[in-house]
């Protein structure tokens, strides 16, 4: 199993920026798909946006798609999500998550790996 540490949250007012960043390490990391999920309070937990092992393909989530933007550095075992016009329905502990494939990192039980979380905080 790799782990996985994110890092980059915080609180922001609405239109802003962020980025989490979110650094694998025990396994090899180009072998994963990766992805980010996040959680808001009440709510389930939920896929935002995923990328291939070596980055040529991507998904998102219809609510995040032309805001966010999902990357991966290989070479660094990191990834990050570029979180752009951000609104206050965008408050949630968002997880890193690591699984074999994309379509493994569209729910929760297939992931294979999670990190711990980070708060975003998107203040009106």
């Known amino acids: 199993q790799v782990q996985l540490e994110e890092s980059g949250g915080g609180l922001v007012q609405a239109g802003g920026s962020l980025r989490l960043s979110c650094a694998a390490s025990?396994?090899?990391?180009?072998?994963?798909?990766m992805g980010w999920f996040r959680q808001a309070p009440g709510k389930e937990r939920a896929s935002v946006a995923s990328?291939?092992?070596?980055?040529?393909?991507?998904y998102y989530v219809d609510s995040v798609k032309g805001r966010f933007t999902i990357s991966r550095d290989n070479a660094k075992n990191t990834v990050y999500l570029q979180m752009n016009s951000l609104k206050p329905e965008d408050t949630a502990l968002y997880y890193c998550?690591?699984?074999?494939?994309?379509?493994?990192?569209?729910?929760?039980?297939?992931?294979?790996?999670w990190g711990q979380g980070t708060q975003v905080t998107v203040s009106s």
């Open positions: 998550a690591a699984g074999a494939y994309m379509a493994s990192l569209l729910r929760e039980s297939n992931v294979a790996s």
């Open positions: 990328i291939s092992p070596y980055g040529g393909a991507t």
């Open positions: 025990g396994r090899t990391f180009s072998n994963y798909a």
